[in-house]
């Protein structure tokens, strides 16, 4: 399993973006996938997560309101779309595959992307 994000960019507090994470290698609509991100210095977070019928969506409480996850089972990809974006949201985003939606650590498989750098500036 391959996973490409794309979207990161550099902004001002307030503004939106929307990351893309393409997947390819497997069977895309067989995975759950998810959003981490990782700050300068601090550990990876969870972000949020998406059913793989895209039913189900879980966000970390940060995250509630102001980003929204989806997928398109098609275009084998999944977004997230990032809003009134503040500074602390700086940080590297990662999408992965996961086994189920959810926060919960049992759900990673170990499938990350590479990563892409969200600035946000005030």
């Known amino acids: 399993v391959q996973l490409v994000e794309s979207g990161g960019g550099f902004v001002q507090t307030g503004d939106s973006l929307r990351l893309s994470c393409a997947f390819a290698?497997?069977?895309?609509?067989?995975?759950?996938m998810a959003w981490f991100r990782q700050a300068e210095g601090k550990e990876r977070e969870f972000v949020s997560s998406?059913?793989?019928?895209?039913?189900?969506?879980y966000y970390a409480d940060f995250a509630k309101g102001r980003f929204t996850i989806s997928r398109d089972n098609a275009k084998n990809t999944v977004y997230l779309q990032l809003s009134s974006l503040k500074p602390k949201d700086t940080a590297v985003y990662y999408c992965?595959?996961?086994?189920?939606?959810?926060?919960?650590?049992?759900?990673?498989?170990?499938?990350w992307g590479q990563g892409t750098l969200v600035t946000v500036s005030s």
């Open positions: 998406i059913s793989v019928s895209g039913a189900t969506t």
């Open positions: 992965a595959a996961a086994r189920f939606c959810g926060s919960d650590p049992k759900a990673n498989l170990g499938l």
């Open positions: 290698g497997g069977t895309f609509s067989s995975y759950a």
